[in-house]
């Protein structure tokens, strides 16, 4: 399953089929909507999390990071957990944002997709200016801070770190779910659906 899934992801890194056409390639000078950042404490554990306004939403600007049950740390290290944020099941991360918050559904993410330029290179204003392999880091305009956290597979090991964004949504969709993603291979903001027990990062939005 595991192989099955890099190969899948290396060959679906196309943007959504309403992507806009003759948009402008990757430029450091790309404009985009302004974004306003704030913060959050989170009152179940005190941590707090970056509040960036985008598109009329406010989004957390960091993965979230509460220890729900269903949820675990890349390779089971926590040191992994203070940097990346945790990665949940499809299950866990239903009920795992706080009050007032809930998990982004696909009209969520289209709009930040959106916001970013709606075009190949849409990840280029989400991705952090770190951390990606290769020369694929974004320049972070929206604030968002994509950081690639990796993901848990079915078999409870874990890989993509440095290579793969992964954010549940809240749309189920056969007998998985959707989960939105950038890679190391492109600029790309797209989606596809995979098995709910993998684990993967989640972002907050209201």
């Known amino acids: ?11 679906s ?6 992507a806009a056409k003759g948009k402008s390639s990757k430029s450091a000078s790309r404009k985009a909507p302004a974004s306003r950042s704030a913060e959050f404490k989170d009152s179940r554990d005190k941590q707090s999390y970056r509040l960036v306004k985008i598109d009329g939403r406010e989004w957390f600007g960091d993965n979230l990071n509460f220890a729900a049950e269903g949820s675990y740390c890349y390779d089971d290290s926590d040191d992994n ?3 990346y944020g945790r990665l949940y099941t499809w ?6 944002c706080p009050a007032d918050f809930r998990l ?14 709606a075009d190949f290179n849409a990840a280029y204003l989400l991705k952090t200016t770190y951390g990606w392999k290769g020369e694929t880091n974004g320049n972070d305009t929206l604030k968002f801070s994509a950081m690639p956290a ?6 409870e090991t874990y890989g993509n770190m440095n290579k793969f964004a992964f954010f549940w949504s809240s749309d189920e969709d ?3 779910a959707r989960v939105w993603f950038m890679t190391n291979k492109s600029m790309g903001f797209s989606y596809s659906t995979k098995p709910k ?3 993967f990062s989640v972002r907050c939005v209201r």
């Open 174 to 176: 056969g007998s998985g």
């Open 197 to 199: 027990i993998f684990g």
């Open 150 to 155: 990796g993901n848990r597979f079915d078999d």
């Open 81 to 83: 957990c203070m940097v």
């Open 13 to 18: 890194v196309a943007v959504p089929a309403l």
């Open 91 to 96: 299950d866990a991360a239903k009920k795992a």
């Open 1 to 11: 399953m595991k192989k099955f899934l890099v190969l899948f992801l290396a060959l």
């Open 104 to 117: 982004p559904n696909q009209e969520d993410f289209e709009s930040l997709w959106t916001a970013a330029g």
